[in-house]
């Protein structure tokens, strides 16, 4: 059996939090990377390299529920630069900690539905491992709301892991994230 000199590569599918007023990652984001390191990474960080995809959801009516009246073209840009740097804010905390404890990483987004974008870029990608939060939700609430983690378990081309969120982090509402 012939050891790999190439590091592991392991894809962490990042989103943002849903909770109102909080610009950050989402709880199972956060938790799904902070576990990537205690548990895979641990001191080797040399041995692996972190892919970190966000996709953004493009809102339907491109409105992003705002109260805003759009009156040219260039508002419609000016949304979709706003989008962009949120995502990149959001990819700047991944990428700064990972550099912090000297992982390798690379981040990109994609725009889409995140269940089939994810899966797409696995593919594209290949990574040795994909990593994805997980809400916990209840057969009721999965229901209504629907699950990426269930989806990509189910339809990425490698291994997949899905991080719960700890009891303790879950909001008021568990289908916030």
């Given at each position: 059996m012939?050891?790999?000199?190439?590091?592991t590569r392991?894809?962490?599918?990042?989103?943002?939090?849903?909770?109102?007023?909080?610009?950050?990652?989402?709880?199972?984001?956060?938790r799904?990377?902070?576990?990537?390191?205690?548990?895979?990474?641990?001191?080797?960080t040399?041995?692996?390299?972190?892919l970190?995809?966000?996709?953004?959801?493009?809102?339907?009516?491109?409105?992003?529920?705002?109260?805003?009246?759009?009156?040219?073209?260039?508002?419609?840009?000016?949304?979709e630069r706003r989008?962009?740097?949120?995502?990149?804010?959001?990819?700047?905390?991944?990428?700064?900690?990972?550099?912090e404890?000297?992982v390798?990483?690379?981040?990109?987004?994609?725009?889409?539905?995140?269940?089939?974008?994810?899966c797409?870029?696995?593919?594209?990608?290949?990574?040795?491992l994909?990593?994805?939060g997980?809400?916990?939700?209840?057969?009721?609430?999965?229901?209504?709301?629907?699950?990426?983690s269930?989806?990509?378990?189910?339809?990425?081309?490698?291994p997949?892991?899905?991080?719960k969120?700890?009891p303790d982090?879950?909001?008021?509402?568990?289908?916030?994230?």
């Amino acid at each position: 059996m012939e050891i790999e000199s190439e590091p592991t590569r392991i894809m962490i599918a990042v989103n943002e939090s849903s909770i109102k007023g909080y610009p950050h990652p989402s709880i199972s984001s956060k938790r799904a990377f902070e576990w990537t390191l205690q548990k895979i990474v641990r001191s080797n960080t040399s041995g692996f390299k972190l892919l970190f995809l966000h996709v953004q959801v493009p809102d339907e009516d491109g409105f992003d529920d705002m109260d805003s009246i759009y009156a040219s073209p260039d508002d419609f840009k000016n949304l979709e630069r706003r989008d962009k740097a949120r995502g990149l804010r959001l990819l700047e905390y991944f990428v700064k900690t990972s550099h912090e404890v000297g992982v390798p990483c690379g981040a990109w987004i994609k725009r889409g539905d995140p269940k089939e974008v994810i899966c797409h870029e696995v593919k594209r990608i290949e990574p040795d491992l994909l990593v994805v939060g997980c809400r916990g939700l209840g057969p009721f609430q999965r229901v209504f709301v629907g699950t990426v983690s269930e989806f990509c378990a189910k339809h990425a081309e490698c291994p997949v892991i899905t991080i719960k969120r700890r009891p303790d982090e879950t909001p008021q509402d568990p289908v916030e994230d």
